[in-house]
C-alpha cells in the first residue's frame, strides 16, 4: 500500500541545533497523567511537580515504530532547523494542533509543557480529510511523512444526488499533480502519531481556567514565556484577553463515525446532497468507512437511520454495520471573527480556539495547522511580541475568508429550499472542471 505512494516534494529544513532531550525524574502520587501512572513509582510529571524540570518518558508505541522500520521516519531526533526566541512555552490542548505546535515548538529548541483537559489520549472524531495545504504545514514540522504513512490517499472525490445520480467529481487527479495527494485518516490515529513524535510530555486531566482574565494551572499562572491556546472552540485561554466571544450554531448537525463495512474500496469520497440533508463517506482501507451526516434538525441526526433511508446504497448499509466507536451528535458551530488572537504580549489562540468554523470544506484542522507553521517561522524571525502580531497579519485574513467560504458551501450543499436545491442541483454540473480545479487551488494556495 505504501509503495505506490509518490512522497511530495517538500521543503527540507536547514541543519541547525539538536533536538530536545528526555528526562527522567522520580514520580509524584498526585499526578493523573496517565505518562505518570504507566511509569510507575520512578518517574514524576514536571507538571504536578511545578514547571522546569524533568517530565515523564513515554515508550514508543507501535504505529512510531513501525514507521521508523519502514525508513519512513529516522530513529534519532532530527537537528531542529532553527532557533526560536523564545525558550519555554506552554501549550494548552492536545488536540490536532496543539500537538502540531509541541513538536514544532521542541524542533525550535524549545522546552514545551503541553496540558490537555481529558484524562486520556481521545479516541473520538471518526475521520478527517487532509488536503494538501494541512500536509505542507506538517513538513515545516517534519511531521508530514508520518501522516500519510498513516492516512490513506484519497483517488476520487464526487458530489451526488440522494438518489446517488452524479452531480459532479472535483478534479482531485489534477489537484494532487500539482499539490499532491489528499489523505484520509483516522483522528485517533492523527493525535497519536503527533503525540508520539512528542519528546515533552503531555500532561492529561489538567484544566486550565481563567480568573480574573489570569490563566490558572492548578491554581497557579503558569511559569511560561509563551501561552498557547489550542485549546478549541470554548477556549479558556482565550477568556483571558477577549471577553463575550460565544460560537454561534450554523443551524446545522452533525453525526459521523466509521463503520466496519468490509468492502474493500479505493480511497474515494462521495458527498450526496438532499434537501436540508447531506451524507458523505470516504471508503478507507481495511473494511473501513469513515462517514459523516448533516442535518437540519438534532432529531434527524439522532435517527439516521429513518432520515436517510430513502438515500442511495450503500448509506443504509454502512449505518447499520458495527461501528469504531460512538456516533455522537453534535450543532456544528463556529466562531465570529475575533478582534485579535494574541494579547499583545506572551498569550496567543491557534487553531479552533482562533476560528473555529464549519466543516463543509474539510478545512478547519488544515488551517490550524497553517496557524502553527507561520506562528513558528515569525518565532524564529522576531522577538515576542512583534512574531505574535506578524503571524495575526498573515494568518487572521485567511482563516476568516476560509470560515466564510465554508458556511456558503454549507448554506449551498444543504439548502432545504426546493428552488435553492433545485438551482444548485442545475448548476453543480455545468461548473466546468477547469473552474472547480481554479476554486480549489486558491483554496489550498493560501
Ligand atoms: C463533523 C466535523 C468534521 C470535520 N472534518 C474535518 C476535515 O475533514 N478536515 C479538517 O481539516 N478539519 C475538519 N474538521 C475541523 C477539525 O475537526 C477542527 O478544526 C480541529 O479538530 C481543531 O483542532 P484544535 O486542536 O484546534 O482543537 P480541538 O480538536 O478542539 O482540541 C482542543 C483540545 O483542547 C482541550 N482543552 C479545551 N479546554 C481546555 C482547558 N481549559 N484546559 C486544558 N485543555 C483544554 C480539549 O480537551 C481538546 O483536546 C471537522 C470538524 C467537524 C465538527
Not at 481521545?122 to 475521520?127: E, I, K, L, T, V
Request: a positive charge; charged letters at 20%; hydrophobic letters at 40%.
Amino acid at each position: 500500500m505504501h509503495a505506490r505512494r509518490r512522497p511530495v516534494p517538500r521543503p527540507r529544513p536547514p541543519p541547525g541545533v539538536g533536538g530536545t532531550s528526555r528526562e527522567q525524574v522520580r514520580a509524584s502520587p498526585s499526578c493523573r497523567c496517565p505518562g505518570a501512572r504507566s511509569a510507575g513509582a520512578s518517574r514524576r510529571c514536571r507538571w504536578h511537580r511545578g514547571a522546569g524540570v524533568g517530565g515523564h518518558v513515554t515508550s514508543m508505541t507501535p504505529t512510531r515504530s513501525a514507521a521508523r522500520s519502514r525508513g519512513v521516519i529516522d530513529a534519532a531526533p532530527r537537528p531542529a532547523y532553527g532557533r526560536a526566541v523564545i525558550s519555554r512555552a506552554t501549550v494548552v490542548g492536545a488536540g490536532v494542533v496543539g500537538l502540531a505546535m509541541a513538536r514544532g515548538l521542541e524542533r525550535l529548541g524549545c522546552d514545551v509543557t503541553v496540558l490537555e483537559r481529558a484524562t486520556a489520549p481521545r479516541q473520538d472524531g471518526a475521520g478527517l480529510t487532509l488536503w494538501p495545504n494541512a500536509l505542507s504545514a506538517l513538513d515545516t514540522i517534519d511531521a508530514g511523512e508520518e501522516v500519510r504513512a498513516i492516512g490513506e490517499p484519497v483517488r476520487r472525490a464526487m458530489v451526488l444526488r440522494d438518489s446517488g445520480r452524479p452531480l459532479t467529481e472535483l478534479p482531485i487527479t489534477a489537484l494532487t499533480q500539482q499539490y499532491g495527494p489528499l489523505f484520509a485518516v483516522l483522528r485517533s490515529d492523527l493525535t497519536r502519531t503527533l503525540a508520539e513524535g512528542l519528546h515533552a510530555p503531555v500532561h492529561y486531566g489538567v484544566d486550565v481556567t481563567v480568573v480574573g482574565g489570569q490563566a490558572l494551572v492548578d491554581g497557579r499562572p503558569p511559569d511560561t514565556e509563551l501561552l498557547i491556546g489550542a485549546d478549541g472552540i470554548e477556549s479558556t485561554v482565550r477568556r483571558t484577553f477577549l471577553r463575550g466571544v460565544r460560537p454561534r450554531a450554523s443551524g446545522q448537525f452533525a453525526a459521523r463515525g466509521v463503520a466496519r463495512t468490509g468492502a474493500a474500496t479505493p480511497v474515494m469520497i462521495t458527498e450526496s446532497w438532499g434537501r436540508g440533508l447531506r451524507f458523505g463517506m470516504v471508503g478507507l482501507q481495511h473494511g473501513l468507512t469513515y462517514w459523516f451526516a448533516a442535518t437540519g434538525t438534532r432529531e434527524a441526526a439522532e435517527n439516521l437511520p429513518d432520515t436517510f433511508a430513502l438515500w442511495h446504497a450503500p448509506i443504509a448499509d454502512v449505518l447499520a454495520a458495527p461501528q469504531l466507536g460512538g456516533t455522537p451528535v453534535l450543532p456544528l458551530l463556529e466562531l465570529p471573527k475575533l478582534r485579535t488572537w494574541h494579547n499583545g504580549l506572551s498569550t496567543v489562540l491557534i487553531g479552533d480556539a482562533a476560528h473555529a468554523m464549519t466543516p463543509n470544506l474539510g478545512q478547519g484542522a488544515a488551517q490550524g495547522l497553517e496557524d502553527v507553521a507561520v506562528l513558528l517561522a515569525e518565532l524564529q524571525r522576531l522577538p515576542l511580541p512583534q512574531a505574535l502580531i506578524a503571524y495575526e497579519r498573515r494568518r487572521k485574513r485567511r482563516a476568516e475568508q476560509m470560515a466564510a467560504r465554508s458556511r456558503l458551501v454549507g448554506t449551498l450543499a444543504q439548502g432545504a429550499h426546493p428552488m435553492l436545491a433545485a438551482l444548485r442541483d442545475g448548476l453543480a454540473p455545468l461548473t466546468p472542471r477547469n473552474v472547480m480545479a481554479h476554486q480549489l487551488s486558491a483554496m489550498l494556495r493560501g
